[in-house]
């Protein structure tokens, strides 16, 4: 989609890695000038002490044919988030897209515990990460994309409503946290839609990030070699699968259609034709429903 989102601005909060980094790139090669945020930079690494940083993601996102600007912020301080949007408005003047992609928790959340047997300052910690991130950027960067019509907003979570309503996601902390952001893009579509902006819930479907390739010993090259250990893994998909439903989502002039709505990557990919990296169109969340839930054996044929 070359173009498309030329003259547009987006923050992608959160996109030092997985789905951010992901989205960040495809809104880049689409034209987008993306501000990217997180807490890992080249000087200093987050408690994850990983060695993905904010500043590698906006060099991609320029190397894709956008610009890239990578800001050091801490989304649950709120004098951060103001100082990066103030920034945003000063050089740019406008926001067009907003990804609350925020989380942080990857280290936190503990499988399958009961809230009682949870660690109660990580299950806090989660709530905050997960939760009070989205609402301290909302708060502050919604009034500059509101001053011209048209903006997009993305919650990023995991798991359609529908999905989440039925099932019970991997803990009491981490199933609030991912049906709180749900709520929160319903909420919001009822605030922005008479304003003229629209926003959405998104997820993607069995995210290929550099911490699951890892966890797998794996990488994007034989990412197949792990079915042999995780045979649902054949559903995968890359974080610029979710990274063009985004810009799919943005480059599209009755976005508002979908206000307040929850969208999966591979339900987008239907309507707006865009394939992952390798061609596919990955359909996770049907195939989670149909297949991997039922105790069926793995097979990805006819969902991507």
Not at 12 to 36: D, H, S
Not at 283 to 296: H, I, L, T
Request: charge should be negative; include cysteine; glycine fraction near 12%.
């Amino acid at each position: 989609m070359p173009g498309t989102l030329d003259g547009r601005v987006a923050l992608v909060a959160g996109a030092t890695r997985g789905a951010g980094r992901g989205i960040a790139v495809e809104l880049g090669a689409a034209g987008a000038v993306v501000y990217v945020t997180g807490r890992s930079t080249r000087e200093h690494r987050s408690e994850y002490g990983r060695p993905e940083t904010i500043e590698d993601t906006a060099d991609l996102v320029t190397a894709a044919g956008g610009t890239g600007i990578a800001v050091p912020t801490d989304h649950l301080v709120p004098s951060e988030v103001r100082a990066l949007v103030d920034r945003i408005a000063e050089e740019q003047g406008r926001l067009d897209v907003l990804v609350n992609d925020v989380w942080g928790g990857e280290l936190l959340f503990e499988w399958d515990s009961p809230v009682w047997e949870h660690d109660l300052d990580k299950g806090l910690r989660l709530l905050r990460l997960g939760v009070e991130t989205h609402a301290i950027t909302s708060h502050h960067a919604l009034p500059l994309l509101l001053r011209h019509p048209g903006g997009l907003v993305v919650e990023m979570t995991d798991g359609t409503a529908e999905y989440n309503r039925a099932n019970y996601r991997v803990s009491f902390f981490y199933d609030l946290v991912k049906s709180s952001v749900l709520r929160m893009a319903f909420a919001l579509g009822h605030e922005l839609g008479p304003r003229g902006a629209t926003a959405v819930a998104l997820t993607p479907g069995w995210l290929r990030s550099e911490m699951m390739l890892e966890h797998f010993g794996v990488s994007e090259d034989n990412w197949r070699d792990a079915l042999e250990n995780v045979p649902h893994f054949c559903i995968s998909e890359t974080p610029f699968y979710v990274g063009r439903a985004v810009a799919a989502l943005a480059a599209d002039p009755e976005r508002a259609r979908w206000n307040g709505a929850s969208l999966s990557s591979g339900g987008l990919a239907k309507t707006y034709g865009f394939t992952d990296l390798d061609g596919s169109r990955p359909d996770a969340w049907r195939y989670m429903v149909e297949v991997q839930d039922p105790g069926k054996r793995a097979d990805a044929t006819g969902y991507r």
